[in-house]
């Protein structure tokens, strides 16, 4: 069994700040990347950013400069560093692993259960 758990959502004010943790947990023996993505209603889900075992990172051009994304392999946690939010940030976030558990010998995503965010005054 594999399980992300995010924490770190909320409802913060135009220009203010957030972190989103998400961490991985179970039977894994390696992680290839982690990632946050999100869906607005009525939208399709979009990825925000990711990041490699090897710190590689890829950023929406949305995100660019204000959302940060980092990993501590030792946790097997990501990290989102989110600030300058805006309204247009509103959405739930979802974290997505890309690993390959104890055993197998292939990768498979996996995903959290979500955590809301929303940008208002």
């Known amino acids: 069994q594999v399980q992300l758990v995010e924490s770190g959502g909320g409802l913060v004010q135009p220009g203010g700040s957030l972190r989103l943790s998400c961490a991985a947990s179970?039977?894994?023996?390696?992680?290839?990347?982690m990632g946050w993505y999100r869906q607005a209603p009525g939208k399709q889900r979009e990825l925000v950013a990711s990041?490699?075992?090897?710190?590689?990172?890829n950023y929406a051009g949305s995100v660019k400069g204000r959302f940060t994304i980092s990993m501590d392999n030792a946790k097997n946690t990501v990290y989102l560093q989110m600030n300058s939010l805006k309204p247009e940030d509103t959405a739930v976030y979802y974290c997505?692993?890309?690993?390959?558990?104890?055993?197998?010998?292939?990768?498979?995503?996996?995903w959290g259960q979500g955590t809301q965010v929303t940008v208002s005054s």
């Open positions: 997505n692993a890309r690993l390959r558990r104890s055993g197998w010998t292939s990768s498979r995503d996996y």
């Open positions: 179970g039977t894994i023996f390696s992680i290839n990347t």
């Open positions: 990041i490699t075992s090897s710190n590689s990172t």
